[in-house]
């Protein structure tokens, strides 16, 4: 028996029995030309001579290739300088973001077990055993998880088992005819391999059929909703549109802690304005990076956070406003 919030994911969220749309043949096709030509125009004009070209800013990463990440794209979006600011700190595991990975994890080898039809572990038990396959991995958190104290351990296990048990009493029982998919990584290649958009979907749920739109992507969040939220599932219907050439039907942002959901249908107009940002970002990435352009400074919530905040002329002042809470 379902719980009331199951029974309302599955019928509002889910609609197993809801029509789901037939898309354009081309549709793909148009998008990823307008995405290479707006891509290769950018990459020629900061390649201009005199422009040295080139850098990535992933340390180990081929320096010829750009990579572009919602995250990425997201920060320049926000704040040039903040993001270059951020860059220049580097990133460092904190207790929140490992309590995320951990959680993530533990949903993704709970889908994994569900699908599987074995008998179905405690949450507790998943935390434990995403926590092992991180620690294994040392591409992630492992020097973090190793190095952490018994009480920062047991608060980030804790917190993912909480997120696991919510996750539990919010969404019906994982079938494996829905062809879950947890963590699925989308990547697409312009410009001949110079620009690599990458993005990992947390759980896609059923697959196109023919022309027809029959996946639905779904952001699992622990915090509340955010301003751009919206913005990094359109990013993943963009990557999934390319990888398949069809669109997933439905995005929507799950909120564990509330039990409540954002959703949006996606169409035409909601892709092209996704490649208008995306190309945009890329252009900005692009000059930024390559052809040093100075950053501009965009004030608002972000400069709560900004490290950049006690050296910025343009920070903002303001900073009462709810929406300043949101990242
Ligand atoms: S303080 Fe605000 S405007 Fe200045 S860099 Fe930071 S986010 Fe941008």
Known sequence: MLTPTQQRVWDDLLDPGGSRPSVDPGLAGRLRQALETETSDSLERVHAPGTTGGPSWIPGRDPAVVLVSKHLLGQVHQCERQMLASERVGFEWTATIVQGMLAHKAIELKCG?????????????????????LIDDEHGPAAWLRSASAGEL??????????????????????????????????????????????????????????????????????????????????????????????????????????????????????????????DGIARLLELRVAHRSPTESPGPACRWCIDRPLCPSASTDLSSPAASEQ
């Open 113 to 133: 077990s569900m699908s599987s039809g074995r008998a179905p572990f405690a949450p507790g038990q998943l935390v434990q055993l995403a926590g092992q396959r």
């Open 154 to 279: 047991a608060e980030a296990y804790a917190a993912a088992a909480d997120a696991v048990t919510k996750f539990e009493d919010s969404f019906p029982p994982i079938d494996a005819r829905w062809r879950p998919r947890v963590e699925s990584r989308l990547k697409v290649h312009l410009a001949g391999g110079r620009v690599e958009l990458s993005g990992k979907v947390d759980l896609a749920l059923g697959q196109a059929s023919g022309h027809e739109a029959r996946t639905l992507i779904i952001d699992l969040k622990t915090g509340r909703p955010a301003l751009g939220h919206p913005a990094d599932l359109r990013w993943y219907a963009l990557l999934e549109t390319l990888r398949v050439g069809v669109p997933p039907y439905r995005l929507a942002s799950f909120y564990l802690d509330s039990g409540e959901w954002r959703h949006e249908d996606v169409d035409e107009n909601l892709l092209w304005s996704t490649i208008r940002r995306v190309t």
